[in-house]
T-cell receptor, first 112, second 117 residues
Framework: KQEVTQIPAALSVPEGENLVLNCSFT??????LQWFRQDPGKGLTSLLL?????REQTSGRLNASLDKSSGRSTLYIAASQPGDSATYLC???????????FGQGTRLTINP | GAVVSQHPSRVICKSGTSVKIECRSL??????MFWYRQFPKQSLMLMAT?????????EQGVEKDKFLINHASLTLSTLTVTSAHPEDSSFYIC?????????????FGEGSRLTVL
């Protein structure tokens, strides 16, 4: 059974810092890995999607990497801003299905 | 803009009543949609897969008689919480796979917060 773990559960940093969020998964048979952002009481916003054959994806100040063999992904946020404050969720799409398995999320707070 | 829309965004009901939540794909057809539940400060848990033209597939531990799913058309899936109880209070989110653009990409609705009194 696929399990996804995110570390840390919560992170608070000053504005301007670069930071890394971690995601690990137990079964490397994935179709892709996705990072989402969730604001309180809201739905999910897709940030980055990495196919299983890819190593990384970049969008603006965000960079996500994928090491499928070790079951790890990182989300790098450069020059953090207060508007980046949200919960960040990592999810893997199970191979052979369209089921997303989510991690518990990292609650990020960027302090002005 | 949003490509998957949910309605209502918030609903409060009395214990014992039934509540219907709609999930629509706005500019694409979705033969499959997924329903998730999220308890406060917890992650999303897949409840069931809605299939157009056939029965929904439920995850282990999810009561199919309590959470009725109907995939009425290629753009609409509904989740009905029957005889709701306070422990059913949660955030329900649907998603649908994109048939264009990035393979394996799922679009999510804005979510529906159910509060059962």
């Amino acid at each position: 059974k696929q399990e996804v773990t995110q570390i840390p559960a919560a992170l608070s940093v000053p504005e301007g810092e670069n930071l890394v969020l971690n995601c690990s998964f137990t079964d490397s048979a994935i179709y892709n890995l996705q990072w989402f952002r969730q604001d309180p009481g809201k739905g999910l916003t897709s940030l980055l999607l990495i196919q299983s054959s890819q190593r990384e994806q970049t969008s603006g100040r965000l960079n996500a990497s994928l090491d499928k063999s070790s079951g790890r992904s990182t989300l790098y946020i450069a020059a953090s801003q207060p508007g980046d404050s949200a919960t960040y969720l990592c999810a893997v799409l199970v191979q052979g299905a369209q089921k997303l398995v989510f991690g518990q999320g990292t609650r990020l707070t960027i302090n002005p | 803009g949003a490509v998957v829309s949910q309605h209502p965004s918030r609903v409060i009901c009395k214990s014992g009543t039934s509540v219907k939540i709609e999930c629509r794909s706005l500019d694409f057809q979705a033969t499959t949609m997924f329903w998730y539940r999220q308890f406060p400060k917890q992650s999303l848990m897949l409840m069931a897969t809605s299939n157009e033209g056939s029965k929904a597939t439920y995850e282990q531990g999810v009561e199919k008689d309590k959470f009725l799913i109907n995939h009425a058309s290629l753009t609409l899936s509904t989740l009905t919480v029957t005889s709701a109880h306070p422990e059913d209070s949660s955030f329900y989110i649907c998603s649908a796979p994109s048939l264009r653009g990035t393979a394996g990409e799922l679009f999510f609705g804005e979510g529906s917060r159910l509060t059962v009194l």
